[in-house]
């Protein structure tokens, strides 16, 4: 049983951990608000870069959100761990967690910073192949 609760709690954690880069840069994305959750992860979810060439491009791209990770181990060693998977688990993961959380979806659609956030994390995506 404990399996059961520890996965869900790690998807969370991934899937918080993608959307707490979106949020740190106040994630820097100028998009519409109203983005979809998985639209704005897209780029670093469909991403083939290594989780060491994100970090690097965080660093450059999206000091903000970097610092957040930086400071936040546990959440960094998630979404490293996501980074090892292949793209179709990570998006598999994601939409489930989307699907068994609307409110999560509804929240991230809805907040302010959805737009600075997916900008963000596109910049980030379009660079970490360059680290």
Known sequence: MSSLRTRPRKT?????ALGALAAV????????AS????DMVAPLLNSTCTF????????????ALAQFLDQNPDTKAELRAKFDQPIEQRQAE???YLREHPEAADQAAND????GIAAAIQAVAD???NY
């Open 127 to 129: 660079s970490c192949h």
């Open 112 to 115: 302010p910073r959805a737009g």
């Open 35 to 38: 983005a979809a959750p998985v």
């Open 25 to 32: 840069s106040v994630w820097l994305y100028p998009a519409s």
């Open 12 to 16: 969370v954690a991934a899937a918080g």
């Open 94 to 96: 994601v939409d489930a």
């Open 52 to 63: 060491d060439q994100v970090d690097a491009a965080l660093h450059d791209k999206a000091p």
